[in-house]
Antibody, heavy 117, light 106 residues
Framework: EVQLVESGGGLVQPGGSLRLSCAAS????????MSWVRQAPGKGLRWVAN????????YYVDSVKGRFTISRDNAKNSLYLQMNSLRAEDTAVYYC??????????WGQGTPVTVSS | EIVLTQSPGTLSLSPGERATLSCRAS???????LAWYQQKPGQAPRLLIY???SRATGIPDRFSGSGSGTDFTLTINTLEPEDFAVYYC???????FGPGTKVDIK
């Protein structure tokens, strides 16, 4: 059974940094693209970034380019999102998501991030 | 950028009725890339339909997807109490989601 467990969310001041982690199990982690998708309070879903299975390629939504960095450690079956220069508009629940078959096939339960002074 | 529009914004129905949800793309989308997700309050989204019409593992057959090009439809036959939720369509090429349709109890 695929399991994705996020951690690292919390309250941070504007301009601050946070590192999210996602522990994956139940599948061959290195064989899949992985994404972070976020959902602002009361809003819809927005893809943030993804990374190829071997870590050789990554992509970002324009609004986080230069501020967020996605990475992975296949030896630890873990996905990360380093978030710097955080803004109020980054406040959201962040989901770790496994990609597969041109879909977001499996989702973690999410970790909340609040950017506020 | 491909923009997805979903209608209606809210659909008020009773258990046992049929729900028909629409997703329209601003330009033609490969059917292979069109998916539907269900999200209940306080829960993560769940994949329902991929490739526009294929049900994901464990999804009941009352859920069906159809469409091609710019117009796609999610149909829920005989609504069950657990089906009242928000439904999102998504285009995987640019990872774009629609704004969602809320199906609530009439």
């Amino acid at each position: 059974e695929v399991q994705l467990v996020e951690s690292g969310g919390g309250l941070v001041q504007p301009g601050g940094s946070l590192r999210l982690s996602c522990a994956a199990s139940g599948f061959t982690f290195s064989g899949y693209w992985m994404s972070w998708v976020r959902q602002a309070p009361g809003k819809g879903l927005r893809w943030v970034a993804n990374i190829k299975g071997d870590g050789s390629a990554s992509y970002y939504v324009d609004s986080v380019k230069g501020r967020f960095t996605i990475s992975r450690d296949n030896a630890k079956n873990s996905l990360y999102l380093q978030m710097n220069s955080l803004r109020a508009e980054d406040t959201a629940v962040y989901y770790c998501v496994k990609e597969g078959g041109y879909t977001f096939s499996h989702w973690g339960q999410g970790t909340p991030v609040t950017v506020s002074s | 950028e491909i923009v997805l529009t979903q209608s209606p914004g809210t659909l008020s129905l009773s258990p046992g009725e049929r729900a028909t949800l629409s997703c329209r793309a601003s330009q033609s989308v490969s059917s292979s890339y069109l998916a539907w997700y269900q999200q209940k309050p306080g829960q993560a989204p769940r994949l329902l339909i991929y490739g526009a019409s294929s049900r994901a593992t464990g999804i009941p057959d009352r859920f069906s997807g159809s469409g091609s090009g710019t117009d796609f439809t999610l149909t829920i036959n005989t609504l069950e109490p657990e089906d009242f939720a928000v439904y999102y369509c998504q285009q995987h090429g640019t990872k774009t989601f629609g704004p969602g349709t809320k199906v609530d109890i009439k």
